[in-house]
């Protein structure tokens, strides 16, 4: 596997599921981002990683909660989620946080809340 | 607070064109600028990075230009192909994260 993973694909999950989202770097990057693509909103960034540590946090609800066990996987809990959560949820990652290092994409996670 | 805006929305030209995608942004402090590819329902793939110190980048077919006084990117794509056919983002890097504008939807017909 060549740069970033992110499983599953797609996901349909209703409003009381608790499912979660995995993402895998293969880069060797310190830095890791979760963002969400609703339809027709720019790209809006959830949270930081940086070295395992949670570095930003884009007032983002409680139903949703990352996990970073180490630099290269993240992880996306999610409970209790409502119809406006359904969205592509991006993984990212990059050499460091701060400066001007290229973020590298996954391919996203397709979510549906019923 | 940082604000990326992207001209037009949606474009359609007809294979063979040379066309160019517009980017916006309003606060000139930033570390970079990237243009990004999106097919349906897919995945960011990065397509050029202009550092903040830098006038253009190229690749292949593809030119972007930066003018952070003016705060604008442009990209130029040369000799459209129906394979171009995508959605095109740009995003600024402030210290802290990368700010996006909300795309422009090509669509290149034989």
């Known amino acids: 596997e060549t740069g970033v993973t992110q499983t599953p694909r797609h996901l349909v999950m209703g409003m009381t599921n608790k499912k979660s989202l995995k993402c895998e770097q293969h880069?060797?990057?310190?830095?890791m981002y979760w963002y969400k693509q609703s339809a027709k909103k720019p790209l809006e960034l959830m949270f930081v990683?940086?070295?395992?540590?949670?570095?930003e946090n884009n007032s983002v609800p409680s139903r949703f909660s990352p996990e970073c066990p180490n630099s290269s996987h993240l992880f996306l809990h999610l409970h209790t989620l409502q119809p406006e959560d359904s969205a592509l949820y991006l993984c990212?990652?990059?050499?460091?946080?701060?400066?001007?290092?290229?973020?590298?994409f996954g391919p996203g996670t397709r979510l549906t809340v019923t | 607070k940082q604000e990326v805006t992207q001209i037009p929305a949606a474009l359609s030209v007809p294979e063979g064109e040379n066309l160019v995608l517009n980017c916006s942004f309003t606060?000139?402090?930033?570390?970079?600028l990237q243009w990004f590819r999106q097919d349906p329902g897919k995945g960011l793939t990065s397509l050029l990075l202009?550092?903040?110190?830098?006038r253009e980048q190229t690749s292949g077919r593809l030119n972007a230009s930066l003018d952070k006084s003016s705060g604008r990117s442009t990209l130029y794509i040369a000799a459209s192909q129906p394979g171009d056919s995508a959605t095109y983002l740009c995003?600024?890097?402030?210290?802290?994260?990368?700010?996006f504008g909300t795309g422009t939807r090509l669509q290149v017909f034989p």
């Open positions: 990212a990652s990059s050499q460091v946080w701060r400066g001007g290092y290229e973020q590298y």
């Open positions: 606060d000139s402090a930033i570390y970079n």
């Open positions: 990683y940086s070295l395992e540590e949670r570095v």
């Open positions: 880069l060797g990057h310190n830095a």
């Open positions: 202009i550092q903040s110190s830098q």
């Open positions: 995003a600024v890097r402030d210290t802290d994260k990368l700010i």
